[in-house]
């Protein structure tokens, strides 16, 4: 497992409100890293306008 960077804007389903989200993911690739940050906002309530991914090392 790798370490990535995660940074991100997503809009809040309910109020619509956007938010700058930063944070770290460990996945096997980058690829898997995007669909693991993008499905853990989503559970949160959000939807993703725009996210980059980065390895950390």
Do not use: C, P
Request: proline share 0%.
């Amino acid at each position: 497992m790798k370490k990535f960077r995660v940074t991100a804007v997503a809009t809040n389903r309910w109020t619509k409100e956007k938010q700058n989200v930063q944070g770290t993911i460990e996945a096997a690739s980058e690829d898997w890293a995007r669909v693991g940050a993008k499905d853990a906002l989503d559970v949160d309530g959000y939807n993703v306008d725009h996210i980059e991914v980065r390895e950390d090392r």
